[in-house]
């Protein structure tokens, strides 16, 4: 059984860095490309960032620049590490893979404090 667990959320001030995990089991993690979404209230979950098991990364243009996804193959860990933060980053960010079907973890809060 596909599991995604999210962890790192919190609250920062504007200009401030955080980094969030994303634990993942019950796959083959190294051949899994992995995303991070984040939905705001009242908003539409969004794409953020993708790293294919090769480690190409994309990144939406509201957060090139700023964010940066890696991951740990030995850990089955994806992360990202989010600088410059602004308040309109607020939301809950997601993990995610497509193994036959979508699978999301629980989501991570970050509050961004102007």
């Known amino acids: 059984q596909v599991q995604l667990v999210e962890s790192g959320g919190g609250l920062v001030q504007a200009g401030g860095s955080l980094r969030v995990s994303c634990v993942a089991s019950?796959?083959?993690?190294?051949?899994?490309?992995m995303d991070w979404y984040r939905q705001a209230p009242g908003n539409q979950r969004e794409l953020v960032a993708t790293?294919?098991?090769?480690?190409?990364?994309n990144y939406a243009d509201s957060v090139k620049g700023r964010f940066s996804i890696s991951r740990d193959n030995a850990e089955n860990t994806v992360y990202l590490q989010m600088n410059s933060l602004k308040p309109e980053d607020t939301a809950v960010y997601y993990c995610?893979?497509?193994?036959?079907?979508?699978?999301w973890g629980k989501g991570t809060l970050v509050t961004v404090s102007s």
């Open positions: 995610h893979v497509r193994r036959s079907r979508d699978y």
């Open positions: 790293i294919t098991g090769a480690g190409n990364t």
């Open positions: 019950g796959i083959i993690f190294r051949i899994y490309t």
